[in-house]
Protein backbone atom coordinates (compact mmCIF):
# COMPACT_ATOMS: atom_id res chain seq x y z
CA UNK A 1 0.00 0.00 0.00
CA UNK A 2 2.41 2.37 -1.50
CA UNK A 3 2.49 6.38 -1.36
CA UNK A 4 -0.01 7.95 -4.18
CA UNK A 5 -1.92 10.91 -4.81
CA UNK A 6 -5.34 8.32 -4.08
CA UNK A 7 -5.01 8.01 -0.76
CA UNK A 8 -8.66 9.67 0.37
CA UNK A 9 -8.72 12.43 3.06
CA UNK A 10 -9.10 11.27 6.98
CA UNK A 11 -12.34 10.14 8.28
CA UNK A 12 -13.73 8.63 11.07
CA UNK A 13 -11.96 5.99 13.21
CA UNK A 14 -14.43 3.05 13.04
CA UNK A 15 -14.08 1.59 16.33
CA UNK A 16 -14.30 3.37 19.92
CA UNK A 17 -10.77 1.42 21.24
CA UNK A 18 -9.32 2.90 18.72
CA UNK A 19 -10.53 6.79 19.04
CA UNK A 20 -9.89 5.99 22.30
CA UNK A 21 -6.24 4.84 21.55
CA UNK A 22 -5.58 8.03 18.75
CA UNK A 23 -7.23 10.45 21.32
CA UNK A 24 -4.74 9.30 24.05
CA UNK A 25 -1.35 9.43 21.46
CA UNK A 26 -2.59 12.76 20.40
CA UNK A 27 -2.64 14.20 23.79
CA UNK A 28 0.22 12.34 25.80
CA UNK A 29 1.76 10.42 23.31
CA UNK A 30 2.01 6.76 22.17
CA UNK A 31 2.34 4.33 25.16
CA UNK A 32 5.96 2.77 25.50
CA UNK A 33 4.14 -0.73 25.85
CA UNK A 34 1.24 -2.95 24.35
CA UNK A 35 0.35 -3.08 28.47
CA UNK A 36 0.45 0.43 29.03
CA UNK A 37 -1.47 1.22 26.18
CA UNK A 38 -4.08 -1.39 27.47
CA UNK A 39 -3.80 0.69 31.00
CA UNK A 40 -4.02 3.92 29.08
CA UNK A 41 -7.38 2.73 26.84
CA UNK A 42 -8.80 -0.15 28.65
CA UNK A 43 -11.57 -2.49 26.35
CA UNK A 44 -14.81 -2.08 26.45
CA UNK A 45 -17.42 -4.97 26.94
CA UNK A 46 -17.43 -6.50 23.26
CA UNK A 47 -14.35 -4.70 22.33
CA UNK A 48 -11.58 -7.16 20.67
CA UNK A 49 -7.71 -7.08 20.02
CA UNK A 50 -6.08 -9.17 16.58
CA UNK A 51 -2.78 -9.87 16.63
CA UNK A 52 -0.49 -10.75 14.23
CA UNK A 53 3.28 -11.83 15.64
CA UNK A 54 6.27 -11.03 13.08
CA UNK A 55 9.63 -10.76 12.47
CA UNK A 56 11.53 -7.53 10.89
CA UNK A 57 14.45 -5.73 11.34
CA UNK A 58 12.85 -2.30 10.76
CA UNK A 59 9.25 -0.96 12.28
CA UNK A 60 6.80 -2.90 10.22
CA UNK A 61 4.22 -0.57 9.94
CA UNK A 62 6.80 1.19 7.57
CA UNK A 63 7.98 -2.34 5.90
CA UNK A 64 4.41 -3.17 5.55
CA UNK A 65 2.40 0.06 4.17
CA UNK A 66 5.56 2.35 2.84
CA UNK A 67 6.89 5.51 4.59
CA UNK A 68 5.42 7.25 2.08
CA UNK A 69 1.96 6.15 2.45
CA UNK A 70 0.87 9.33 3.31
CA UNK A 71 -0.81 7.63 6.40
CA UNK A 72 -0.84 9.61 9.59
CA UNK A 73 1.80 7.64 11.98
CA UNK A 74 2.61 8.54 15.59
CA UNK A 75 5.44 6.87 17.24
CA UNK A 76 7.05 6.54 20.74
CA UNK A 77 10.31 4.86 20.65
CA UNK A 78 9.81 1.03 19.08
CA UNK A 79 6.26 1.47 19.32
CA UNK A 80 3.93 3.37 16.67
CA UNK A 81 0.06 3.80 15.74
CA UNK A 82 -0.65 4.23 11.91
CA UNK A 83 -3.76 5.67 10.70
CA UNK A 84 -5.21 3.62 8.06
CA UNK A 85 -7.60 5.26 5.63
CA UNK A 86 -10.32 2.95 4.57
CA UNK A 87 -13.50 3.56 2.89
CA UNK A 88 -14.72 1.47 4.96
CA UNK A 89 -13.74 3.43 7.57
CA UNK A 90 -10.65 4.18 9.22
CA UNK A 91 -8.68 2.11 11.62
CA UNK A 92 -5.62 1.92 13.42
CA UNK A 93 -2.55 -0.44 12.94
CA UNK A 94 -0.04 -0.73 15.73
CA UNK A 95 3.00 -2.20 16.48
CA UNK A 96 5.11 -3.21 19.72
CA UNK A 97 8.51 -3.91 20.00
CA UNK A 98 8.86 -7.32 22.25
CA UNK A 99 11.56 -8.27 24.71
CA UNK A 100 12.85 -10.56 21.75
CA UNK A 101 15.14 -8.28 19.26
CA UNK A 102 13.44 -8.25 15.79
CA UNK A 103 10.26 -9.36 17.39
CA UNK A 104 6.92 -6.86 17.08
CA UNK A 105 3.23 -7.40 17.61
CA UNK A 106 1.03 -5.77 15.16
CA UNK A 107 -2.23 -5.03 16.64
CA UNK A 108 -5.64 -3.93 16.36
CA UNK A 109 -8.95 -3.62 16.74
CA UNK A 110 -11.11 -4.60 13.76
CA UNK A 111 -12.05 -8.43 13.87
CA UNK A 112 -9.70 -10.61 11.82
CA UNK A 113 -12.91 -11.17 9.67
CA UNK A 114 -13.28 -7.98 8.51
CA UNK A 115 -11.86 -7.03 4.78
CA UNK A 116 -9.93 -4.18 6.42
CA UNK A 117 -7.74 -6.92 8.58
CA UNK A 118 -7.60 -9.12 5.49
CA UNK A 119 -5.27 -5.83 3.98
CA UNK A 120 -3.02 -5.88 7.01
CA UNK A 121 -2.51 -9.73 6.59
CA UNK A 122 -2.03 -9.50 2.80
CA UNK A 123 0.37 -6.67 3.77
CA UNK A 124 2.40 -9.30 6.00
CA UNK A 125 2.25 -12.08 3.40
CA UNK A 126 3.70 -9.55 0.53
CA UNK A 127 6.32 -8.01 2.52
CA UNK A 128 9.88 -9.90 1.62
CA UNK A 129 11.25 -8.02 4.82
CA UNK A 130 8.39 -9.27 7.49
CA UNK A 131 8.07 -12.92 8.22
CA UNK A 132 5.51 -15.02 10.63
CA UNK A 133 6.00 -17.79 12.04
CA UNK A 134 4.34 -20.69 11.31
CA UNK A 135 4.75 -22.82 14.89
CA UNK A 136 5.88 -26.58 15.08
CA UNK A 137 2.78 -28.49 16.06
CA UNK A 138 4.74 -29.42 19.49
CA UNK A 139 5.17 -25.64 20.27
CA UNK A 140 1.75 -24.63 19.48
CA UNK A 141 0.02 -27.72 21.74
CA UNK A 142 2.48 -26.22 24.60
CA UNK A 143 1.54 -22.96 23.99
CA UNK A 144 -2.33 -23.82 24.53
CA UNK A 145 -1.26 -25.59 26.89
CA UNK A 146 0.23 -22.83 28.95
CA UNK A 147 -2.96 -21.51 29.45
CA UNK A 148 -3.58 -23.75 32.14
CA UNK A 149 -1.41 -21.40 34.01
CA UNK A 150 -4.65 -19.05 34.46
CA UNK A 151 -7.38 -21.37 34.85
CA UNK A 152 -8.46 -24.80 33.34
CA UNK A 153 -8.86 -24.35 29.53
CA UNK A 154 -11.45 -25.50 27.94
CA UNK A 155 -12.04 -25.46 23.40
CA UNK A 156 -14.62 -23.50 22.29
CA UNK A 157 -13.38 -24.23 18.63
CA UNK A 158 -10.90 -25.53 16.98
CA UNK A 159 -10.50 -25.82 12.68
CA UNK A 160 -7.81 -28.52 11.15
CA UNK A 161 -6.92 -29.41 7.86
CA UNK A 162 -6.38 -32.86 6.73
CA UNK A 163 -3.92 -33.33 4.24
CA UNK A 164 -4.91 -36.58 2.50
CA UNK A 165 -7.84 -35.24 0.66
CA UNK A 166 -6.92 -31.37 1.11
CA UNK A 167 -10.09 -30.70 2.93
CA UNK A 168 -11.20 -28.79 6.17
CA UNK A 169 -12.67 -30.39 10.15
CA UNK A 170 -14.23 -27.32 11.93
CA UNK A 171 -15.69 -28.51 15.49
CA UNK A 172 -17.33 -26.54 17.88
CA UNK A 173 -18.40 -28.01 21.53
CA UNK A 174 -21.43 -26.01 23.34
CA UNK A 175 -20.84 -24.99 26.86
CA UNK A 176 -22.51 -28.33 29.19
CA UNK A 177 -23.51 -27.58 32.35
CA UNK A 178 -22.63 -30.90 33.87
CA UNK A 179 -19.55 -31.32 33.10
CA UNK A 180 -16.28 -29.70 31.09
CA UNK A 181 -15.55 -28.98 27.72
CA UNK A 182 -12.50 -30.89 26.14
CA UNK A 183 -8.69 -29.16 26.84
CA UNK A 184 -6.43 -27.82 24.49
CA UNK A 185 -4.82 -31.59 24.50
CA UNK A 186 -8.12 -33.45 24.11
CA UNK A 187 -8.29 -31.66 20.91
CA UNK A 188 -5.50 -32.46 19.47
CA UNK A 189 -5.43 -35.95 20.46
CA UNK A 190 -8.73 -35.90 18.98
CA UNK A 191 -7.62 -33.98 15.71
CA UNK A 192 -4.54 -36.29 15.09
CA UNK A 193 -7.36 -39.44 15.48
CA UNK A 194 -8.86 -37.61 12.53
CA UNK A 195 -5.51 -36.97 10.41
CA UNK A 196 -5.88 -33.69 11.09
CA UNK A 197 -3.62 -31.04 11.80
CA UNK A 198 -4.59 -28.25 14.45
CA UNK A 199 -4.90 -24.50 12.83
CA UNK A 200 -6.52 -22.74 15.09
CA UNK A 201 -8.57 -22.87 18.74
CA UNK A 202 -10.69 -20.53 20.05
CA UNK A 203 -10.40 -21.13 24.11
CA UNK A 204 -12.01 -19.94 27.40
CA UNK A 205 -10.66 -20.32 30.38
CA UNK A 206 -12.82 -20.01 33.36
CA UNK A 207 -14.48 -16.45 33.90
CA UNK A 208 -10.31 -15.22 33.40
CA UNK A 209 -9.67 -15.57 29.38
CA UNK A 210 -11.78 -15.95 26.25
CA UNK A 211 -9.36 -16.04 23.13
CA UNK A 212 -8.71 -17.38 19.70
CA UNK A 213 -4.80 -19.09 18.92
CA UNK A 214 -3.87 -19.28 15.83
CA UNK A 215 -0.94 -21.36 14.24
CA UNK A 216 0.63 -18.55 12.23
CA UNK A 217 1.72 -16.76 15.50
CA UNK A 218 -1.63 -15.09 15.58
CA UNK A 219 -4.12 -14.64 18.29
CA UNK A 220 -7.03 -12.32 18.91
CA UNK A 221 -8.13 -11.30 23.05
CA UNK A 222 -12.04 -11.84 23.46
CA UNK A 223 -12.28 -10.78 27.14
CA UNK A 224 -10.59 -11.29 30.74
CA UNK A 225 -7.33 -11.06 32.26
CA UNK A 226 -5.16 -8.61 29.26
CA UNK A 227 -1.65 -9.18 31.38
CA UNK A 228 -2.20 -12.77 31.57
CA UNK A 229 -2.64 -13.50 27.87
CA UNK A 230 0.08 -11.04 27.10
CA UNK A 231 2.46 -12.75 29.35
CA UNK A 232 0.84 -16.38 28.84
CA UNK A 233 0.29 -16.18 24.67
CA UNK A 234 1.92 -13.16 23.30
CA UNK A 235 4.88 -13.33 25.33
CA UNK A 236 5.25 -17.10 24.37
CA UNK A 237 4.85 -16.44 20.48
CA UNK A 238 7.45 -13.88 20.60
CA UNK A 239 9.59 -16.44 22.36
CA UNK A 240 8.82 -18.96 19.47
CA UNK A 241 9.53 -16.40 16.99
CA UNK A 242 12.83 -15.17 17.95
CA UNK A 243 13.74 -19.19 17.93
CA UNK A 244 12.73 -19.66 14.35
CA UNK A 245 15.01 -16.61 13.70
CA UNK A 246 17.58 -18.42 15.10
CA UNK A 247 17.35 -21.13 13.82
CA UNK A 248 16.64 -19.81 9.84
CA UNK A 249 19.98 -16.99 10.46
CA UNK A 250 23.35 -17.84 9.25
CA UNK A 251 22.63 -20.54 7.35
CA UNK A 252 24.27 -19.47 3.81
CA UNK A 253 27.30 -21.94 2.85
CA UNK A 254 30.88 -20.73 3.19
CA UNK A 255 33.68 -20.81 0.72
CA UNK A 256 35.97 -23.89 1.66
CA UNK A 257 33.67 -24.95 4.19
CA UNK A 258 31.74 -28.50 4.35
CA UNK A 259 28.38 -27.79 3.65
CA UNK A 260 26.08 -28.43 6.91
CA UNK A 261 23.26 -29.69 7.76
CA UNK A 262 20.03 -29.44 5.78
CA UNK A 263 17.11 -27.22 7.56
CA UNK A 264 13.88 -30.07 7.71
CA UNK A 265 10.66 -29.58 7.00
CA UNK A 266 8.93 -32.98 8.52
CA UNK A 267 5.72 -33.71 7.35
CA UNK A 268 2.63 -35.38 9.42
CA UNK A 269 2.43 -38.30 7.01
CA UNK A 270 3.91 -40.11 4.03
CA UNK A 271 3.39 -37.74 1.18
CA UNK A 272 5.41 -37.95 -1.28
CA UNK A 273 5.31 -41.31 -2.51
CA UNK A 274 5.27 -40.95 -6.09
CA UNK A 275 6.13 -38.71 -8.62
CA UNK A 276 2.87 -36.97 -9.27
CA UNK A 277 3.14 -35.52 -5.26
CA UNK A 278 6.87 -34.69 -5.94
CA UNK A 279 5.30 -32.93 -9.10
CA UNK A 280 2.85 -31.23 -6.69
CA UNK A 281 5.46 -29.02 -4.72
CA UNK A 282 7.51 -28.44 -7.70
CA UNK A 283 4.44 -26.80 -8.92
CA UNK A 284 3.70 -24.81 -5.34
CA UNK A 285 7.22 -23.85 -5.18
CA UNK A 286 7.00 -22.27 -8.35
CA UNK A 287 3.96 -20.38 -7.43
CA UNK A 288 5.88 -18.63 -4.99
CA UNK A 289 6.20 -14.70 -5.55
CA UNK A 290 9.01 -13.80 -7.36
CA UNK A 291 10.38 -17.32 -7.27
CA UNK A 292 11.92 -19.25 -10.67
CA UNK A 293 12.57 -22.85 -10.23
CA UNK A 294 14.94 -24.99 -12.26
CA UNK A 295 14.00 -28.56 -11.86
CA UNK A 296 17.83 -30.79 -11.45
CA UNK A 297 16.10 -34.30 -10.94
CA UNK A 298 13.11 -35.54 -10.62
CA UNK A 299 13.00 -39.28 -10.36
CA UNK A 300 13.76 -41.39 -8.21
CA UNK A 301 14.41 -38.07 -5.62
CA UNK A 302 13.06 -34.87 -6.39
CA UNK A 303 16.18 -32.05 -6.53
CA UNK A 304 15.01 -28.53 -7.38
CA UNK A 305 17.07 -25.16 -7.61
CA UNK A 306 15.39 -22.25 -6.19
CA UNK A 307 15.62 -18.64 -6.47
CA UNK A 308 14.17 -16.14 -4.64
CA UNK A 309 14.37 -12.68 -6.93
CA UNK A 310 13.12 -10.69 -4.05
CA UNK A 311 16.85 -10.98 -2.56
CA UNK A 312 18.97 -13.14 -4.79
CA UNK A 313 18.67 -15.78 -2.30
CA UNK A 314 18.89 -19.59 -3.61
CA UNK A 315 18.72 -22.98 -2.26
CA UNK A 316 18.40 -26.64 -3.28
CA UNK A 317 15.11 -28.12 -2.08
CA UNK A 318 15.40 -32.02 -2.21
CA UNK A 319 13.32 -34.98 -1.38
CA UNK A 320 14.37 -38.18 -0.72
CA UNK A 321 11.87 -39.30 1.94
CA UNK A 322 7.85 -39.26 0.90
CA UNK A 323 7.90 -37.21 4.64
CA UNK A 324 10.01 -34.86 4.86
CA UNK A 325 11.71 -31.81 2.83
CA UNK A 326 15.29 -30.69 3.12
CA UNK A 327 16.19 -27.32 2.00
CA UNK A 328 19.69 -26.04 1.58
CA UNK A 329 20.66 -22.79 1.47
CA UNK A 330 23.28 -21.29 -0.94
CA UNK A 331 26.09 -19.02 -1.09
CA UNK A 332 23.69 -16.24 -1.01
CA UNK A 333 20.29 -16.99 1.56
CA UNK A 334 19.13 -14.16 3.66
CA UNK A 335 16.56 -15.99 6.70
CA UNK A 336 13.60 -13.93 5.78
CA UNK A 337 13.87 -15.51 1.75
CA UNK A 338 14.72 -19.15 4.03
CA UNK A 339 11.74 -18.54 6.47
CA UNK A 340 8.78 -17.50 3.14
CA UNK A 341 10.20 -20.71 1.26
CA UNK A 342 10.32 -23.55 4.31
CA UNK A 343 6.79 -21.93 6.00
CA UNK A 344 5.04 -21.99 3.02
CA UNK A 345 5.96 -25.35 2.44
CA UNK A 346 5.22 -26.56 6.09
CA UNK A 347 1.50 -24.84 5.94
CA UNK A 348 0.75 -26.10 2.29
CA UNK A 349 1.79 -29.91 2.94
CA UNK A 350 0.61 -29.85 6.91
CA UNK A 351 4.47 -30.04 8.02
CA UNK A 352 4.62 -30.98 11.88
CA UNK A 353 7.66 -28.80 12.43
CA UNK A 354 11.14 -26.93 10.99
CA UNK A 355 14.10 -28.21 12.26
CA UNK A 356 17.25 -28.79 11.85
CA UNK A 357 18.03 -31.78 10.29
CA UNK A 358 19.56 -34.83 11.90
CA UNK A 359 22.45 -36.85 10.20
CA UNK A 360 20.65 -39.80 8.38
CA UNK A 361 21.48 -41.98 5.55
CA UNK A 362 20.76 -40.13 2.71
CA UNK A 363 21.61 -39.96 -1.32
CA UNK A 364 25.17 -38.68 -1.76
CA UNK A 365 25.12 -34.81 -1.18
CA UNK A 366 27.53 -34.30 -3.95
CA UNK A 367 24.39 -35.96 -6.48
CA UNK A 368 21.67 -33.85 -4.53
CA UNK A 369 23.46 -29.97 -4.59
CA UNK A 370 25.31 -28.32 -6.91
CA UNK A 371 27.87 -25.94 -6.89
CA UNK A 372 25.57 -23.24 -5.99
Known amino acids: MSADSTVPAA??????FDRRLWGAASRTGVPTSLLEAYEVVGLERGEQLAFETVICE???????????SGFPKVSNGSSS????????????????ATARKGVFHISGSVPTSDRRW??????????????????????????????KSIGRPEVVRMSAWRQSDASSLNRS?????????YTPDDVFDFAHKEGTS?????????????????????????SGQFQAFVQTVLDAFAG?????????SNRQRVVDRPLGLPLTINLAENIFTSTAETERLRRFVEEGQQTSV???????????????????????????????????????????????LAQRISEQFSAEGIEESTPRARVSLDDLVGAG
Open 11 to 16: GRLSTP
Open 58 to 68: DDPLDLLFGID
Open 81 to 96: LMRIVNSDGDFIVASW
Open 118 to 147: MLVNRAISRTPEVMRCFLNEDMFRLLARKI
Open 173 to 181: WPVKADSYR
Open 198 to 222: VRSLTVSVENELHCHLRRTSGATFY
Open 240 to 248: YSSERLDLL
Open 294 to 340: AVLHDNPYLHLMVTDHADGSTFDVVVTSPKAVDIYPSFRSTAFSLSR
